[in-house]
């Protein structure tokens, strides 16, 4: 009985501990996706869109790419959003969702329900409410570049992130 309750509690850690977050650890390094396209993990779909500059315009040219150059600082492999949105399919709503990044230049858009921002660093949204759900940035600043973590909390019913040369990782939803 013990070991069966041992066995159990493991089991319970190990899926605790795995959770459900989407890391990229299952996609091939130099898979490129375009605006259109779906990228189907083991955890979410993502829908690659259209992308907006600093001045307003929209472009489809830009792509989505698996690397495992740790830009994200996550566990493994990280999907670089060059130019494109990334508006992930989780099983909405959600409570919380939690991400690494590594922001490497150019601008970044963000959409949660429905509500729309383009800002010049991520950073720039701590402390911030879009779509009624809060935003905190923990940031660290190299030379031009920012490596850190995003947190959104509140009611989130749809979610999309991209950039002109952002990295992700590690994203997690949670209920």
Known sequence: MRLIMLLTLATTAIVFLSGCCVK?????????YNVGDTITTSKANIVVEQFQWPNGTWTSSGTAKVDDRNYGQGAGNDLNANNVNLNFQFDYPVDRITFKFGELGGNNNIRVNGAFQNVGNLVDLNGNTIGGVQITVNANQQGNN?????ELEGTINEFAIGGQELWLDDVCPES
Request: hydrophobic share 30%; net charge negative.
């Open 24 to 32: 990229f650890s299952n996609l091939t390094p130099g898979d490129t």
């Open 146 to 150: 920012w490596y850190g973590t995003m």
